[in-house]
């Protein structure tokens, strides 16, 4: 039972920002390697802005949270509808009842959107920043093609085709981070690489028992049927498939204690590698769970979410007190992404609709502010020739005072400062841990809200710990070393949209939160 918005004209834009990616990464391969690499940066951000045109065409204006109903259902008094839009159903694989299922919703048009804009920056940062191996080709085609995946796991109606785009992005990030990455640690990139794929992997095999557990409940994959139709019961094989998933897709987010592959994938990764990773690859977990877990089996969800808030609570406090001991700039920042993926996990374990709202909002807010932070991480890195905070010394506001100022401005944000978009995700999280969903346990959720609570505490020392370590003190006692410039234009150029933005959406939260309407 579903209203699909009759629009072909969105159905077209959104089967061509998914197609285009891919033929291009194929194009710019077929192109002689000469060619190719002297082209790449300009063809891929001429790709990238195309996608990110047609993404900026999906935003339409919403009217509440996703509903699925028949056109001839009676809605409640005051119930809100938002329709499908942009949708393509036809069969894929008839045998298994496996169909080719894509449209576009108030959840996903913001995280495709904002996929489509950090694969745009990547590509603009690399028309003057490039790794030191080069193959600009491969990296470029390879940021495409995982561009193509994630916009597909986003638009995704079909479980089995949200695993495939799931998996279509592991292999082309497994890459970046094992070829580009840092070149001073060749054995520790390899490690971290390896790691990252490993684990992915093993929570994607999770995560695809859980989806073959549902087939085997509803006897389909096809999540508009199954969010109308939801498996109700709370025991037994639903319990043990929304198990599966929620623990498969926790991998990906990462959640406490399954996060040991990001911080050395990140720490390792190139700068656009860690962009893409954290500003991107990681809302498919938190992305995940919303799309399918909550209203696919909504009873096992109601009794696995303290357990949820549980873990992301630990993973605030645990990813705070991580970064407070860091010595590494880009190991810090990625530490700090578990202790905000913990504020998304636990917004989600609320059930409430505050709790629901601010998942949604800190999860644009990570992408924009973290995919900020890993810009700024890698441009000190480039002129120091590493991210060890020791070695890099302090002062870098007399050094570098434009980037030293752009960093303390993004940790301001990360920390939830008001008036930045850090703030309202995390605020609105609080507050549905106040006050859950009636089925979950109030007390408990009492006692997350205070740990997390703490948890902003704790990320506001370890940003500013980073700022007067690095930031502070007498450049006579650090010599600056020959910078040539302290922010080039095209820096400047690829960040001026995350910073706009991390203010935009500060000052005027309703831009989102709009979306989704009254919960």
């Keep these: 039972m579903i209203t699909v918005a009759n629009d072909d004209f969105a159905a077209g834009v959104l089967l061509a920002i998914l197609a285009l990616p891919v033929l291009a990464a194929l194009a710019l391969w077929a192109l002689p390697v000469q060619l190719g690499e002297r082209l790449a940066a300009l063809y891929g951000a001429v790709v990238s802005g195309l996608v990110l045109v047609g993404s900026l065409l999906l935003w339409t204006p919403a009217n509440g949270w996703i509903a699925y109903v028949s056109g001839g259902e009676t809605l409640a008094p005051g119930e809100q509808v938002k329709p499908l839009h942009g949708v393509t159903d036809v069969p894929w694989i008839p045998s298994l009842g496996v169909r080719f299922h894509v449209g576009v919703d108030s959840i996903s048009v913001p995280l495709i959107v904002l996929t489509a804009l950090l694969t745009f920056l990547c590509c603009v940062y690399s028309l003057k920043i490039t790794p030191r191996i080069g193959r600009m080709r491969s990296l470029v085609a390879l940021l495409l093609v995982i561009e193509a995946g994630v916009i597909g796991a986003f638009s995704a109606m079909d479980l089995v085709l949200f695993f495939v785009c799931f998996e279509i992005v592991l292999i082309p990030m497994w890459l970046i981070i094992d070829i580009w990455g840092d070149d001073h640690d060749a054995p520790g990139r390899k490690r971290a690489a390896t790691t990252f794929v490993l684990m992915t992997v093993f929570g994607s095999a999770l995560m695809l028992l859980g989806f073959l557990l549902v087939f085997r409940q509803a006897g389909t994959f096809d999540l508009v049927q199954l969010t109308n139709s939801p498996v109700l019961d709370g025991h037994g ?107 998304i996990g636990l917004g989600i374990a609320t059930l409430s609709p505050a709790g629901m709202k ?138 001026t949209p995350l910073i706009t933005l991390t203010v935009l959406l500060g000052v005027w939260p309703g831009l989102l939160l709009h979306q989704w309407g009254s919960l």
């Design 237 to 343: 094989v639903p319990l043990a498939a929304a198990l599966l998933i929620a623990v498969g897709l926790a991998v990906k987010v990462p959640l406490w204690p399954l996060h040991i592959w990001l911080p050395d994938a990140h720490a390792k990764a190139p700068t656009v590698g860690s962009v893409i990773l954290a500003g991107v690859l990681l809302k498919l977990g938190t992305y995940g769970l919303i799309r399918i877990l909550v209203p696919v089996l909504p009873d096992a969800t109601v009794t696995i979410a303290p357990y949820l808030g549980g873990f992301s609570t630990v993973a605030i406090i645990a990813g705070s007190l991580a970064c407070l001991g860091q010595t590494d700039v880009k190991r810090l920042i990625a530490y700090s992404s578990v202790g905000h993926m913990g504020f």
């Design 358 to 495: 601010g998942a949604l909002f800190a999860n644009i807010a990570h992408g924009i502010i973290t995919g900020l932070l890993f810009f700024l991480a890698g441009a000190i890195k480039d002129r120091h020739d590493t991210s060890d905070l020791a070695t890099i010394g302090r002062a870098l506001y007399a050094r570098l005072p434009r980037i030293a100022a752009l960093l303390t401005f993004a940790c301001l944000a990360s920390l939830g400062l008001p008036g930045l978009a850090g703030f309202w995700g995390e605020m609105l999280v609080l507050l549905g841990a106040y006050d859950p969903a009636d089925s979950l346990p109030r007390a408990t959720y009492l006692v997350f809200m205070v740990l997390a609570g703490l948890g902003t505490v704790l990320t506001a020392a370890y940003f500013l710990r980073l700022v007067r370590k690095l930031c502070q003190g007498d450049p006579a006692e650090h010599p600056a070393g020959a910078f040539a410039v302290d922010l080039s234009r095209i820096e400047l150029i690829t960040w």
